[in-house]
């Protein structure tokens, strides 16, 4: 892990004084007025296109003013191939035209007092862009940006050594969209029965055979967001909060930022096999749209869904990137106000029939889910904005009602939603039908799926654990239940299977709580009374009838099988909290009418207790600012599983961006002769 | 881990309203009304010495009232080796006496409503124990208590089959006490430099061969304490809340409960080598006590020193247990109150002396660690309490002055106080010397030492981050210089190492804090302004010097060197927090004056906000009764590291109890010949 050290940069910055340097930044990975993207430390795979963008910066004023405001037009920008060669002018080392001159001005505050006095720093900003080019030979590589006369700023690059032997067929990615070990550890005391301190069964991702921890930080914050988090485990690239597979620049342009090719784009490229996108989100959410967009904006919902199906510029349709999903074989999730005839779709034309028109099947629901045929590309959106939870598709069904949520449009409910599992299945049948015959390139050289338990998240950010839990339960019955199903499709041992997450939130159950006593009680204090820890935590209420004895003659199992709790109420509930929350309110009872809305906007304009939730819990102030209504990510590592070829290499503690080279590597995708 | 289920437990008590089951139970191990310890879902080493409990309950009121508590005393108890074999008499069975009847009277509250209402009920006990027994045939038994006429107790225990082959020479046991892998990632953060999201060191757990995760909840409740969880590690048995080695059964005496033999003893038993015990806590706390002290009741800590360096029966002396850790061949760290003459040493007396009698060197300061020779038992006891925190030695050192905790008791302050490290290395040197001369009996045949950065967890405790994670970096910086200097000796391809903790607190990073800015604002609410998150979380501000750039070209070490902060209190510092807390307030900056309180007792005696902590920050309300002034464990599974020999066998994801089969695995402990 230790790398090359910059020794050349500029000797005049380090006497400032940047009350800045570590939150506010100018620009996430340009602490100096010279700008490089990719920036110093980064990795690519032989032959992954990226764009590179160079920026000098000029502060009109603040703590870093520079030549009143007058940025630096003749800088260069060369390359080097080793320590010791000749550092060539990039039109010569790529073989490129010299990219046009572009000059843009932005702000920024340098700090929270300056927010504060409304006095932002003002920066004059010239560039170049240099679009689609690789790096095929591995080795390093000295990127060095001269500007301002004596400044340099150097960043060092990487292309790894590619495997040369592909391992794995197919490759079946599983994302728990904000899953952390403390959750999947409570996600095992509800569903799975324990005598005397012994599972009776486990969790399908304790069984996995590979374990490893991943860190999930960003380039420039060390939170992320789901867009970033993506994109490093897509392209092997750390960028930004909100960035879609570029390196988040200084313009206003959403889509003029540096791109790099992401894992789907080169699975295409390189070996031509279907792919497939599943989430329980809207299908324009950040994990599954960093498969194929390329934004700086992850919430240019249209022009994900328009770069799902054509080029992946988005609505900068000049820019020269080569690659895109091609439209992926398999689209199934939430979001259907991208294709509805509206505001929300590309164009505000009808996105479903734009599919169509390119061969798709379009289906809406899980009936159709499970009669349509596995031999065309199939978009399957289920419902207007996320899909329903697990909990409210199996357990509390009248919450389906009233959403008015139908993907058709009509005002109805979207009743018939498929849950992940239904979705995983049936993805993978169209993906090895269309990897096996004519359709889908038929060259049965494997395909490649993401499927994610996007609401992991959405329900841990609302504070609704069960929600969460529900849904990481049926996470963990989809990763069983695909582990059988590739078997009897005798796919198996051809996949490489992996689950992660892309980030975490601090989550924990510490002790038990008595709801019945806290409901009884009316003093607020007294209400945390019902909370027991160490001895009194007991035991968990969720894998027993109401009234049972925890011992083995009490086995049952709920509807749903021997991987869920018996019951989702008990009246001694697991106590759980964050390390960071808004205002809101405990009780720890199941939220009966859907998802939690803990917070609400005050008469203030900030966020308060939302006076309908959790009426009879204790108050829990916030410790976030008064903007957060929900809970927010944290830092810590999460965890890897994996089985089939490929998977020993996913043992360990590693980078986000390591689970791109890894996966790539499986399939020998930076084998040049592939 | 699909385990025999019971099929025969007493029908007539399924019907019962049970509003205690899985809470305040009756007794932990014991839904029904006759109870087997080492109860149902045991495994055991082959050989390893437990002691049988049987207990049958007649409650003289409440929901389980039974025959006007009066206990059925005929009861019966056999047991069968295999599922076909004859259930024999366990007299005839072990070829032991019949024991002798007991009695006692034990209450308890079923609900918080009856403690409210001051309705305990009360249970009249029958009661028999066998003492100091052994399986050693690998395979599944039945043991079946029979009581009341019709009702039968039935526990299944298995004796795994045991490693015949010897890997490890010697045993390096570290235990970070409630470390979890939020902690170690925002370890990681604060003291490991990194450009553009890339490491340019890591810690030395994530440098480990192997990975895995334990689960660490207890026998009947799935929150632990430090006694439970180490019982667990040390013997594979898991236990009850504040119990050292044996089951919690329901007479009041703390040294009858039914023993089981741990690792450190089994050691001593069958491999005849030295042991040794470092910690940072007070020496008879839980973790280092539970290698050898056998009894109910943590806090009876002048018996754990007594049983350290006597029999491992403590005040009950006419028990037959016959293993004993026979004296550590090491014993470093705190709690000179139970070596000095006085209310905490074992019958009062000097126990300094005690152990000076049986041959043992005893020092009192660094100095004297360092100066010691290697020959002789070592005594180190650093200071009155718990050791000086890795912050307070290291960066605040004034705060050693006026503790008046120096450990030969003459009032003066422990001003040199050794490290984790500093302890560790010369143990290991004690060990090697003792292990290969005559002295430690000089088999050569290796050595097993555990070695526990205590204050990990009792800072988390007092939320005071930035101490546990010094503490934590100390860990990992005693982990690296342990394998330098085995490398250096020639043992460090002869000794397993696992690290690992013993349960978690649910903390984790969720973004930064401007302490300036939040220091400089009035109002509440408005301080909460102050916390970024996201892209706002900025980087980490411990790794540069204030005002520098985060880049190469500035880094600089702090005196202690590369694997620790170059400063401990930036302006950006990490905002984090846990998912449960009394009543405290935060400002997310160094406590300066040492270890935090952040509540103390208010009017009405319960735990309010210390109106001395934290006064520039803002209050957060707790999730906690008023009887906790700390935060609490959590539920998550830890992380396990493993080099050496054996090491292997700790990836994955397993029980707790499975660390105890899988080092006596590794040393070959189950075998018979050994």
Same mark, same amino acid.
């Given at each position: 892990?230790?790398?090359?050290?910059?020794?050349?940069?500029?000797?005049?910055?380090?006497?400032?004084?940047?009350?800045?340097?570590?939150?506010?930044?100018?620009?996430?990975?340009?602490?100096?007025l010279?700008?490089?993207?990719?920036p110093?430390?980064?990795?690519f795979?032989?032959?992954?296109l990226?764009?590179?963008?160079l920026?000098?910066?000029?502060?009109?004023?603040?703590?870093?003013?520079?030549?009143?405001?007058?940025?630096?037009?003749?800088?260069?920008?060369?390359?080097?191939?080793?320590?010791?060669?000749?550092?060539k002018?990039a039109?010569?080392?790529?073989?490129?035209?010299?990219?046009?001159?572009?000059?843009?001005?932005?702000?920024?505050?340098?700090?929270?007092?300056?927010?504060?006095?409304?006095?932002?720093?003002?920066?004059?900003?010239?560039?170049?862009?240099?679009?689609?080019?690789?790096?095929?030979k591995?080795?390093?590589?000295?990127?060095?940006?001269?500007?301002?006369?004596?400044?340099?700023?150097?960043?060092?690059?990487?292309?790894?050594?590619?495997?040369?032997?592909?391992?794995?067929?197919?490759?079946?990615?599983?994302?728990?969209d904000?899953?952390?070990?403390?959750?999947?550890?409570?996600?095992?005391?509800?569903?799975h029965?324990?005598?005397?301190?012994?599972?009776?069964?486990?969790?399908?991702?304790?069984?996995?055979?590979?374990?490893?921890?991943?860190?999930?930080?960003?380039?420039?914050?060390?939170?992320t967001?789901?867009?970033?988090?993506?994109?490093?485990?897509?392209?092997?690239?750390?960028?930004?909060?909100?960035?879609l597979?570029?390196?988040?620049?200084?313009?206003?342009?959403?889509?003029?930022?540096?791109?790099?090719?992401?894992?789907?784009?080169?699975?295409?490229?390189?070996?031509?096999?279907?792919?497939?996108?599943?989430?329980?989100?809207?299908?324009?959410d950040?994990?599954?749209?960093?498969?194929? +967009?390329?934004?700086? #904006? $992850?919430?240019?919902?249209?022009?994900?869904?328009y770069?799902?199906? =054509? !080029?992946? %510029? &988005?609505?900068?349709?000049?820019?020269?990137?080569?690659?895109?999903?091609?439209?992926?074989?398999?689209?199934?999730?939430?979001?259907?106000?991208?294709?509805?005839?509206g505001?929300?779709?590309?164009?505000?034309?009808?996105?479903?029939?734009?599919?169509?028109?390119?061969?798709?099947?379009?289906?809406?629901?899980?009936?159709?889910?499970?009669?349509?045929?596995?031999?065309?590309?199939t978009?399957?959106?289920?419902?207007?904005?996320?899909? +329903?939870?697990?909990? #409210? $598709?199996?357990?509390?069904?009248?919450?389906?009602?009233?959403?008015? =949520? !139908?993907? %058709? &449009?009509?005002?109805?409910?979207?009743?018939?939603?498929?849950?992940?599992?239904?979705?995983t299945?049936?993805?993978?049948?169209?993906?090895?039908?269309?990897?096996t015959?004519?359709?889908?390139?038929?060259?049965n050289?494997?395909?490649?799926?993401?499927?994610?338990?996007?609401?992991?998240?959405?329900?841990?950010?609302?504070?609704?654990?069960?929600r969460?839990?529900?849904?990481?339960?049926?996470?963990?019955?989809?990763?069983?239940?695909?582990?059988?199903?590739?078997?009897?499709?005798?796919e198996?041992?051809?996949?490489?299977?992996?689950?992660?997450?892309?980030? &975490?939130?601090?989550?924990?159950?510490?002790?038990?709580a008595?709801?019945?006593?806290?409901?009884?009680?009316?003093?607020?204090?007294?209400k945390?009374?019902?909370?027991?820890?160490?001895?009194?935590?007991?035991?968990?209420?969720?894998?027993?009838?109401?009234?049972?004895?925890?011992?083995?003659?009490?086995?049952?199992?709920?509807?749903?099988g021997?991987?869920?709790?018996?019951?989702?109420?008990?009246?001694?509930?697991?106590?759980?909290?964050f390390?960071?929350?808004?205002?809101?309110?405990?009780?720890?009872?199941?939220?009966q009418?859907g998802?939690?809305?803990?917070?609400?906007?005050?008469?203030?304009?900030?966020?308060?207790?939302?006076?309908?939730?959790?009426?009879?819990?204790?108050?829990?102030?916030?410790?976030?600012?008064?903007?957060?209504?929900?809970?927010?990510?944290?830092?810590?590592?999460?965890?890897?599983?994996?089985?089939?070829?490929?998977?020993?290499?996913?043992r360990?503690?590693?980078?986000?961006?390591?689970?791109?080279?890894?996966i790539?590597?499986?399939?020998?995708?930076?084998?040049?002769?592939?």
């Amino acid at each position: 892990m230790k790398r090359r050290s910059n020794t050349a940069a500029a000797a005049f910055l380090l006497g400032a004084t940047l009350v800045s340097a570590q939150t506010f930044h100018r620009l996430g990975g340009c602490p100096t007025l010279g700008c490089v993207f990719p920036p110093d430390q980064t990795d690519f795979l032989s032959g992954q296109l990226f764009d590179i963008r160079l920026e000098v910066h000029a502060p009109i004023n603040g703590s870093e003013a520079h030549n009143a405001g007058v940025p630096d037009e003749k800088f260069t920008f060369c390359i080097q191939n080793g320590s010791k060669g000749e550092c060539k002018n990039a039109t010569q080392f790529f073989g490129v035209k010299e990219p046009a001159l572009e000059k843009w001005t932005f702000s920024y505050y340098e700090d929270l007092f300056a927010r504060d006095a409304k006095t932002p720093a003002v920066v004059n900003v010239a560039s170049k862009a240099y679009r689609a080019l690789s790096l095929t030979k591995p080795g390093d590589y000295v990127a060095k940006l001269k500007y301002n006369n004596v400044s340099q700023t150097v960043a060092h690059w990487t292309v790894r050594q590619p495997a040369t032997t592909r391992k794995a067929k197919n490759v079946l990615f599983f994302i728990g969209d904000g899953m952390t070990q403390p959750m999947i550890t409570a996600a095992r005391l509800i569903a799975h029965k324990s005598i005397n301190g012994r599972y009776q069964s486990l969790m399908q991702m304790d069984q996995m055979d590979n374990l490893g921890h991943q860190m999930t930080h960003s380039l420039d914050s060390f939170i992320t967001d789901s867009a970033n988090s993506a994109t490093a485990l897509y392209t092997g690239k750390k960028s930004s909060v909100n960035a879609l597979n570029v390196y988040a620049d200084s313009s206003k342009n959403s889509f003029d930022d540096p791109k790099v090719e992401t894992i789907a784009e080169l699975f295409r490229r390189r070996i031509g096999g279907p792919i497939g996108i599943v989430s329980t989100a809207y299908i324009a959410d950040a994990t599954p749209a960093a498969l194929c +967009a390329h934004t700086r #904006d $992850r919430n240019q919902y249209a022009a994900v869904v328009y770069e799902y199906l =054509n !080029s992946a %510029n &988005g609505w900068n349709t000049s820019l020269p990137w080569p690659t895109s999903c091609e439209g992926p074989d398999v689209i199934f999730g939430g979001g259907a106000e991208q294709f509805i005839a509206g505001p929300g779709s590309p164009n505000g034309t009808d996105y479903y029939k734009a599919f169509a028109d390119k061969g798709y099947n379009v289906i809406w629901n899980n009936t159709a889910l499970q009669a349509v045929g596995t031999s065309k590309k199939t978009l399957g959106i289920f419902s207007v904005s996320n899909m +329903a939870k697990w909990i #409210d $598709r199996h357990v509390l069904t009248d919450n389906l009602k009233g959403q008015k =949520n !139908s993907p %058709n &449009g009509d005002g109805t409910d979207a009743l018939d939603q498929p849950g992940l599992k239904d979705m995983t299945l049936k993805a993978i049948d169209i993906l090895q039908a269309r990897a096996t015959s004519g359709n889908g390139k038929g060259n049965n050289k494997g395909w490649f799926m993401m499927s994610e338990a996007a609401s992991i998240d959405k329900m841990m950010h609302v504070l609704d654990y069960d929600r969460a839990l529900g849904e990481l339960l049926e996470l963990d019955d989809t990763i069983r239940a695909s582990i059988e199903h590739l078997k009897k499709i005798g796919e198996y041992e051809n996949t490489l299977i992996v689950i992660t997450a892309d980030h &975490g939130h601090g989550f924990d159950v510490f002790g038990g709580a008595d709801t019945k006593y806290l409901a009884a009680q009316t003093d607020e204090r007294k209400k945390r009374d019902a909370i027991g820890v160490y001895e009194s935590s007991g035991l968990s209420g969720y894998t027993v009838a109401e009234g049972s004895l925890p011992t083995n003659d009490t086995i049952v199992f709920g509807s749903e099988g021997p991987n869920f709790p018996v019951q989702w109420n008990p009246r001694y509930a697991y106590a759980a909290g964050f390390g960071a929350n808004p205002d809101h309110r405990e009780s720890y009872t199941l939220n009966q009418n859907g998802p939690r809305v803990p917070a609400t906007k005050g008469d203030d304009g900030t966020m308060h207790v939302n006076p309908t939730d959790h009426t009879d819990g204790f108050n829990v102030g916030g410790t976030l600012d008064g903007t957060q209504g929900q809970g927010v990510h944290s830092l810590q590592d999460v965890s890897v599983f994996a089985n089939g070829p490929g998977s020993e290499a996913f043992r360990g503690v590693y980078n986000s961006i390591d689970i791109f080279f890894k996966i790539a590597d499986a399939l020998a995708l930076g084998n040049a002769k592939n």
